[in-house]
Structures are given as structure tokens and as C-alpha cells.
């Protein structure tokens, strides 16, 4: 890659800016050109449905980079300008004007956008989802004290707002289709904990229930009607069932697509040599696992635009991290890091009632695949470490505090 070169990233989001300025950390000093389809400077999600919600930050404490560092490193940054379409034979970008731009190698970070289940009402006004700063402007207004807020889906996302809206005195009702929350990411034995701990914070939670309508009045919405027949009533909705990755141009550019996501190798290169995928919608070949992971977690954003820019500019990398996620919820923060898509049993240490605890997800053979610490800090560096041995643990042994975190 030469001065004249064009690296094009298509992507706004935090991994879009990260893959920015990590090709100028690398030294390149050819163009560098990002796409952003939303109208603010890229910035981070996580806060919206956390700090935002609770009124601790605003978007200028969770922008990534502010203008002048665009400006101040040279890098074209193209707000509002959704990239409509990649030639991938002639190295070209459709934009929505009808011109085209050139790039010699391309990145994409196209990240997600919620997922708009099919319900009848879904459309009227007062529903929300929750991807972008404007949404969370629009949820956050209507969160006034003493009204109501039915979420449909008790995902991360889901729970995070029903605990920040129970932090500003609003009622709320979350309705799950699942027996338990979280069910999918954690399993029953940790889902548990969540449904506990939202039910002692006056959530009322309806799991194993199907959500049939949105009921309106005059185009507004005024709660949900159950599959039982129930109905919840509401001043507010949100629909919280899921990200759905945005591979759109990835599958009009000829791509090839796994697991929902661009299909992308350990350095993440995609089945073209001169596009990278990032963030989201990159399903990497993952080289401790041996499998290939797609997932929605913050911390890939953050870190394979690194390995990616280190690919385009000729250098060999691999992204090996293991996955890594947060969530805080009313008093309870916790990191999960490992993969445990399945596994045998979690083993608790420390309190679980007291939810201050360490929970490990281990396979038939006693390998920690995951861990995950619930208000218990400094012990990530040895649940990777566990994780990282491929060894087998004693389950006896790491159940107990009074035991040092280590193999043996
Ligand atoms: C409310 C919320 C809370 C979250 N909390 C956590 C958390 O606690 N922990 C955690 O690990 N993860 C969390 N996540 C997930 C995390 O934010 C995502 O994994 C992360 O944002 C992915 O980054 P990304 O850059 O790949 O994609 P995104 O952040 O989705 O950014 C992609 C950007 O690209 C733009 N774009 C798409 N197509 C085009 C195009 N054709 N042209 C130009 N621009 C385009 C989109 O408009 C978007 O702005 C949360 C997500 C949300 C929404």
C-alpha cells in the first residue's frame, strides 16, 4: 500500500473508527475514507441502554474519536452517506448520489440494526427499539416517572432498560418467550439469577409467553395482548428481541456468508483478499477454539479493527481473544469471557443469593470453556487463564473461594 492508496472503511460505529485509527497508527499514509450512515460522529453502544438511559452520560462521554481527531490524522469522514452497493471486481462503492468512490482494499463494520419481528401493532407510534443514540433520545423521553413500559424480550438489552427504567420509577412489565431470561446466552443455572434479581426490583416478568399484538388506541400503543389471552397495558414499548447483522452489501458484493455473518479467516479476510469484515457482522475462524464465532460483543469492535488494518497494510495478525461481554444491571456488574455454546454443568463459587459470585461453564471432560464474575473483580485475568489452559480443572476445587483460582 502506497500514499496513493485508498483504504475505505464502510461503517460508523465504534469499529469503523477503531479500524481508522489503527491504520494510522500503522503508518499509512494513504487515504483513508469512513462511511457512516448515521448523522453523529461514531460512537460506542453499550452506555445507550446503561449511563444514557440512567442520566450519567451523554454522547460526547461515549463518542469514539471527537471531529478534530478526523480532521487532525487526515481521514475523510463521511457522515449520513450510507454506501449502497460494492463492485468488488472494480474496486468500487455506490453511494446514494449516484457517484462512486475507489478503494484498494475495503473494510466492512456495517455492524446491526434491531431486529423487527412481524407483530401486528408494531408500527404505532410509542414503540421503540433500541441500536442508536436517536433511539435511546426517543426511549429516554418517554420514561417519565410513574408511567409504564412493556419490553418484549428479555435479552441483554431488554434487561438493561427494564433496570434503568425501574431506576427512574417506571413500571414495568417484560414479557419472555423463553422459560427463563437470557436463556440462549447464559443457560438456565445464571438465567436464573437474572430473572431473581429483576422480580426483587419489581420487574414483573411473564416468561414462556407469546406476545400476539401490540394493542392501540388512534395509532398509539397501549400495551401487548399475551398468547394466554392476558394483556399488559403501557405508555411505552420496546421490542428487544435481537440484533440481526447488517450483510446486505456483503451478500451483494459476492461474499461468502457463515453463521449470519461475512465469513472471514483469523486474520480476518474475507473470501475476497482485498475486503476485511469487523465488529459484528464478522463470523472469524477463531484460532484457540478451532470453531468459527460470530458474536455481538462490544469488545470486537474494539479490537480486530487492529488485526484487520495490520492485514490490509500487508502484516500478518490474528485475532485469538477470547470473546468477552458486559452488562450492568441495578447493583450487579459482571464481565463473561470464553465461548460454552454448550457444556455440561456451571460450577458457582462464592455467594450466588448475595450475587457476588464467579460461575464456570465447564464440558463433560471438566475444561472451563466460559466464566463469568458477578460483582467480583480482578479474577477476568484468571478465569482467561483457566479458559486458556485447555486443562482439566477440579470442579470441587475451583467451587471453592477459600482455593486460589489456578488449575491445580
Ligand atoms: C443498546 C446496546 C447496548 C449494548 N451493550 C453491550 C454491552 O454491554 N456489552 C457488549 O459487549 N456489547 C454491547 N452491545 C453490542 C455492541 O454495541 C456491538 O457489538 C457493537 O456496537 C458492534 O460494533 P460495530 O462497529 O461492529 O457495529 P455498530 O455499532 O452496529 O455500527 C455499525 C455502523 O455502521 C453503519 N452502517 C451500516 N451499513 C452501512 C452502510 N452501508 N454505509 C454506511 N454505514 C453503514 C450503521 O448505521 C452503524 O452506525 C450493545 C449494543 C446496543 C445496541
Known amino acids: 500500500m ?17 479500524a481508522a485509527e489503527a491504520l494510522r497508527d500503522n503508518d ?27 442520566g450519567k452520560k451523554k454522547l460526547d462521554d461515549f463518542t469514539a474519536d471527537p471531529a478534530a481527531w478526523y480532521r487532525d490524522h487526515n481521514v475523510e469522514l463521511r457522515l449520513g452517506t450510507e454506501v449502497t452497493a460494492v463492485d468488488a471486481a472494480e474496486h468500487t462503492l455506490a453511494l446514494p448520489d449516484g457517484t462512486t468512490v475507489g478503494y484498494d482494499k475495503l473494510l466492512l463494520a456495517t455492524g446491526s440494526a434491531s431486529r423487527r419481528p ?12 433500541l441500536r442508536t443514540i436517536d433511539d435511546a433520545a426517543a426511549l429516554s423521553a418517554a420514561l417519565t416517572p410513574g408511567s409504564s ?20 420509577d417506571v413500571k414495568v412489565t417484560v414479557v419472555e418467550a423463553a422459560h427463563l431470561p437470557l436463556l440462549a446466552a447464559l443457560g438456565a443455572e445464571v438465567g436464573e439469577v437474572f430473572a431473581k434479581l429483576h422480580r426483587e426490583h419489581g420487574v414483573d416478568l411473564r416468561l414462556d409467553q407469546s406476545v400476539q399484538e401490540i394493542t392501540t388506541d388512534n395509532g398509539t400503543a397501549t400495551g401487548l395482548r399475551l398468547g394466554d389471552g392476558s394483556t399488559v397495558a403501557a405508555d411505552a414499548v420496546l421490542i428487544a428481541v435481537g440484533a440481526a447483522p447488517n450483510i446486505g452489501l456483503a451478500e451483494q458484493a459476492g461474499l461468502a456468508i457463515a453463521d449470519g455473518g461475512v465469513l472471514v479467516d483469523a486474520s480476518l479476510r474475507s473470501s475476497d483478499p482485498d475486503i476485511y469484515a469487523v465488529g459484528d457482522i464478522a463470523a472469524a475462524q477463531h ?26 497494510l500487508g502484516k500478518s495478525a490474528e485475532y485469538d481473544e477470547l470473546p468477552y461481554f458486559f452488562t450492568d444491571q441495578y447493583d450487579l456488574g ?38 463469568m464474575n458477578v460483582n467480583v473483580w480482578d479474577v477476568l485475568d484468571d478465569v482467561k ?21 489456578s488449575i491445580r
Open 2 to 18: 502506497t500514499t496513493s492508496s485508498t483504504i475505505a472503511i464502510v461503517g460508523g460505529g465504534l469499529a469503523g473508527a477503531k
Open 28 to 54: 499509512f499514509d494513504g487515504h483513508v475514507v469512513l462511511f457512516a450512515a448515521e448523522d453523529h460522529l461514531p460512537y460506542e453502544r453499550p452506555p445507550l441502554s446503561k449511563e444514557y438511559l440512567a
Open 118 to 129: 412481524p407483530i401486528p401493532g408494531a408500527d404505532a407510534a410509542g414503540v421503540h427499539y
Open 149 to 168: 413500559l412493556a419490553i418484549v424480550g428479555a435479552g441483554w438489552i431488554g434487561l438493561e432498560v427494564a433496570a434503568g427504567a425501574r431506576g427512574r
Open 287 to 312: 484460532p484457540f477454539f478451532g470453531a468459527r464465532i460470530r458474536t455481538e460483543h462490544w469488545a470486537n469492535a474494539l479490537k480486530q479493527p487492529a488485526v484487520a488494518a495490520a492485514g490490509m
Open 334 to 371: 459482571m464481565e463473561y469471557v470464553g465461548h460454552a455454546p454448550e457444556y455440561q454443568r456451571v460450577v458457582f463459587r462464592g455467594d450466588v443469593a448475595g450475587r457476588e459470585f464467579v460461575a464456570f461453564w465447564l464440558d463433560a471432560d471438566n475444561h472451563v470453556l466460559a466464566g
Open 385 to 405: 487463564a483457566l479458559i486458556r489452559s485447555a486443562e482439566p480443572v477440579d470442579p470441587d476445587r475451583i467451587a471453592d473461594p477459600a482455593q486460589p483460582l
